[in-house]
């Protein structure tokens, strides 16, 4: 007889609700056009602006080339998530509407935490939401801070703000953006050639997002971004700019590479294992965009159990800085032979 798979139900804190792991929620509600990148299963009130969103994470995802443990991305992912979620469901958000992450930290309690199993995880993501409503009533933004538990164990730690406009402000805010930034719209650039997977930590090449970084100084490496609107993560659906994940992605592939070359550590052996993304403008999909990272020292962290490096990395175009996002970068193992 054929084992029948288990439906896991976990009951909520507060001893009402249940969190499901049956099926994901509609994909209008988190923002997305396929339903293999909702990651999302339910959600509950735990009080008073505060919720428990249940979550179930592939072990083979596109992006989760890593065998050992779970990409920092997916969790981004599904943080990001979350916050549009709760923002439709419990302060009912039309699905229309347009949110701009302004800020997202996501810092890993444990990196054995992170550990893939034998079966999908199953992701409880605790959130406290300080909303800000309009005068009659709407939201307009909300700040979040919270936890990440997966299969029942602490694994980070996170906070983060959104907006939320119509599509009318979000558009005359783009053209005022794009006004400010672009007296004359350049001619876009030629794809630029990308820097090998080995370099920046990644195994397939349709995961590297920045050209082969350049060493400026003892402490510091700079690339270009080269985005694929094709990418079937960070692109989705259509954008008419760099999607903030792609921007931490771009960050994250320097950080490794950075602390690989300047550390003489193998970049197969490093994980990211926090961000803290701060996003001032959009970043225009028609502008060459940098990004320039100072590397930290590499020094063991007994908290992690393992050696980290701090970086701290500036997203530039036309020399204008429009986010700044610092990644730790861990040594998670030793290089895969």
């Not at 994901?24 to 339903?35: E, G, I, L």
């Not at 800000?132 to 709407?138: F, G, K, L, V, Y």
């Not at 050209?211 to 259509?238: C, G, K, Q, W, Y």
């Not at 294992?273 to 060459?288: C, H, K, M, R």
Request: net charge neutral; proline share 7%; hydrophobic share 45%.
């Amino acid at each position: 007889m054929t084992a029948q798979p288990q439906t896991h139900v976990t009951t909520h804190p507060m001893g009402g609700s249940v969190l499901h792991f049956q099926s994901t929620v509609p994909r209008s509600t988190v923002h997305r056009a396929s339903v293999a990148e909702v990651f999302l299963t339910d959600s509950a009130i735990a009080g008073e602006d505060t919720f428990e969103v249940a979550a179930q994470l592939p072990r083979r995802h596109f992006m989760n080339e890593n065998a050992s443990v779970y990409d920092l991305m997916l969790a981004v992912e599904v943080v990001r998530q979350a916050g549009v979620l709760i923002a439709h469901r419990y302060y009912f958000v039309p699905l229309d509407m347009q949110f701009i992450f302004e800020r997202l930290v996501l810092s890993t309690v444990r990196l054995e935490h992170l550990a893939i199993g034998p079966r999908p995880a199953q992701v409880v993501i605790s959130i406290v939401v300080s909303p800000a409503m309009t005068r009659n009533n709407r939201l307009r933004g909300l700040d979040f801070h919270g936890s990440v538990t997966i299969d029942g164990r602490a694994a980070f730690l996170g906070e983060g703000g959104l907006r939320v406009l119509s599509q009318n402000g979000y558009q005359a805010l783009r053209d005022r953006g794009r006004a400010a930034r672009l007296t004359v719209v350049p001619p876009r650039e030629p794809r630029l050639p990308l820097a090998s997977p080995e370099t920046v930590g990644r195994r397939n090449v349709d995961n590297v997002v920045i050209t082969e970084p350049v060493t400026v100084s003892a402490a510091a490496v700079r690339a270009s971004i080269v985005p694929d609107t094709n990418h079937p993560h960070m692109f989705d659906h259509l954008l008419d700019h760099l999607p903030g994940n792609l921007e931490i992605e771009a960050c994250r592939q320097l950080a490794i590479a950075g602390t690989s070359r300047l550390h003489g550590v193998p970049a197969d052996s490093l994980v990211a294992t926090g961000v803290a993304a701060n996003f001032g403008s959009f970043a225009e999909l028609d502008l060459p965009t940098r990004v320039e990272a100072a590397i930290g020292a590499f020094d063991f962290d007994p908290a992690q159990g393992c050696h980290v490096a701090p970086t701290t990395i500036a997203v530039k175009q036309s020399g204008v800085q429009v986010a700044t996002v610092e990644i730790q970068v861990a040594q998670w193992r030793q290089a895969t032979p």
